[in-house]
């Protein structure tokens, strides 16, 4: 599937990227080498006029990817998430990237709806839309179920897109492996991983069942924050390629308009998108990763309701203590700290100098809490964050860059609703609350518990490992070595103290 017969759908991407004047922007961003720059040209300029013109209206990038279809505007939103791989100026393009199509029949729809659950769409549902909303993978119908007359937003794929999306991804693999062979210094970008990584985000979108189990996981996670919403799974209305939620009923959060008319503070709402996304961040390490204002409604009540699970977040506990102990450094203006907390955590090499980083931090973070608070920007201090780990040697972690996007976008959003949001304030008792409660003699004790908790399961096991080990030492040698089994019987011996330390640890 990987093979030359997708030289062709090579070629059709080039002479897009060239007629559209797309080439020379990524080729820019990537910093291509001449040899690299020579072959895109070949494959690109004497094909051009068999390229898409794509809409005028837009920026070179997006305007190829948008006239190349759903694969490829798909690629380049997971490309946004990745301003490491296609640099700051080409991943805030990409960042607005318009998820919208031109939609399939509701005919269709209902068809795709009627094979998928094995139901009379007509009964199943008293009303059934016209599309309302057309992206790349799926589009969404606003129906009304026929029994209890709820409202409900049903996502349907687009047919065939599961045939379309693999022979797209075939030929991306291909051009990750071209790219690899004619430029040796791109392979630090590692444009077989990114298509990887690509190709498991779509998969995960491509059964609406993944989406529905994390629209549940999320809608657990956050059922006890305050002024957050996240709309119910309809289990039984639900399969591989139809999602049903409940109707979420308000204006987008781009529509300020509407807000505004509807008497909701936007100050209030402003600070309360950035919050909760930090206490997903922190708190749960589950969040959403795609928070852009066509993925928030504000409910009557002024809730905030979160749409469109299909990209989620996750870091592990010991990666959010070093993520809020950084933000918690910035905040307090303690570089040396923050410097720190990057070499524990192994984020740069032992061998540098950890005072010359600490300066180097003190430039990003004084210039920025200088500002007023219209200027001062996460964002900013993110990208600027990793200008310097990169210079100091820090290797890329995909889900910090997943992270710092989200919180970019999510920053973006707020200061829409409020231009004059001073972020630092707004972060700062989020950010101080999950510090106080998971770094420090709290955090340590329970860290004691839950390691008491797991060396206590193998209390029972103890004579038998005893006993494996003295058969063992026998077998290895004819008479055992008396330091050798010494060693060994002090290891068990002392693994069984620690043992009951902590079951009676556990006790009290």
């Known amino acids: 599937m990987r093979g030359p017969h997708n030289i062709w759908r090579l070629i059709r991407t080039g002479a897009t990227f060239e007629r559209t004047g797309a080439m ?54 997971i490309l946004s998430t990745r301003p490491d791989v296609v640099g700051d100026d080409l991943a805030r393009q990409l960042s607005v990237l ?15 709806v009627a094979r998928e659950l094995e139901v009379d769409v007509d009964k199943v549902f008293s009303e059934f839309s016209e599309p309302v909303a057309a992206a790349s993978i799926a589009q969404v119908h606003m129906a009304r179920l026929a029994d209890t007359g709820q409202l409900v937003a049903v996502k349907v794929l687009r047919p065939g897109i599961e045939k379309a999306f693999r022979k ?7 051009t990750a492996n071209l790219v690899e062979l004619l430029s040796p210094s791109s392979r630090r970008l590692r444009p077989n991983d990114v298509i990887t990584h690509f190709e498991g985000v779509v998969r995960g979108e491509l059964d609406l069942r993944l989406e ?7 809608a657990a996670t956050t059922a006890k924050d305050e002024g957050f919403q996240v709309p119910k799974v309809h289990w039984g209305l639900s ?40 206490k997903q961040a922190l708190r749960d390490g589950y969040f959403h990763a795609d928070m852009h204002q066509g993925n ?51 984020y740069v090499p032992a061998d540098r100098d950890i005072d010359e980083f600490a300066r180097a931090l003190r430039a990003v973070g004084e210039p920025i809490f200088g500002m007023d608070a219209t200027r001062i920007s996460m964002a900013r201090l993110l990208n600027y ?56 003699p709290r955090a340590t004790l329970r860290d004691m518990a839950r390691t008491a908790q ?26 055992p070595a008396p330091s050798l089994l010494r060693t060994k019987l002090g290891w068990a011996l002392a693994g069984g103290a620690v043992t009951a330390l902590a079951g009676i640890a556990l006790f009290y």
């Open 168 to 174: 797209d991804i075939d030929a991306f693999y291909l």
């Open 239 to 278: 399969g591989k390629r139809v999602m049903t939620l409940d109707w979420a009923e308000g204006p987008a959060a781009s529509d300020l308009a509407a807000i505004d008319a509807a008497g909701h503070d936007r100050v209030d709402l402003a600070a309360r998108v950035m919050q909760i996304f930090l």
């Open 98 to 112: 318009q998820d919208k199509l031109p939609p399939f029949p509701v005919a269709e729809a209902k068809a795709e």
């Open 24 to 77: 020379g922007v990524v080729l820019d961003a990537f910093k291509a080498p001449a040899s690299l720059r020579l072959v895109a040209r070949i494959l690109g300029w004497p094909f051009a006029p068999l390229g898409m013109k794509g809409d005028l209206s837009m920026p070179p990038a997006t305007r190829a990817l948008t006239a190349l279809g759903p694969a490829y505007i798909k690629f380049g939103q």
């Open 296 to 346: 928030l409604k504000i409910a009557p009540n002024g809730d905030i309701i979160a749409l469109d699970f299909g990209i989620m977040g996750r870091i592990d506990e010991y990666t959010r203590r070093v993520y809020a102990e950084i933000l918690f450094g910035f905040i307090r203006k303690d570089y040396r700290r923050v410097a720190e907390v990057h070499f524990e955590a192994g």
């Open 385 to 440: 964050l990793f200008e310097v780990t990169e210079r100091f040697g820090m290797e890329t972690r995909t889900e910090l860059i997943l992270l710092q996007r989200t919180m970019v976008v999510v920053e973006g959003v707020a200061r829409s609703l409020n231009p004059y949001i001073n972020i630092w304030d707004v972060a700062r008792p989020v950010v101080e609350d999950y510090i106080s409660k998971n770094v420090g």
């Open 212 to 218: 529905s189990a994390s629209a549940a996981e999320f």
């Open 454 to 479: 797991i060396m206590a399961r193998f209390g029972p096991r103890l004579p038998e490992l005893v006993e494996h080990l003295l058969v063992q030492s026998a077998v290895n040698a004819q008479k």
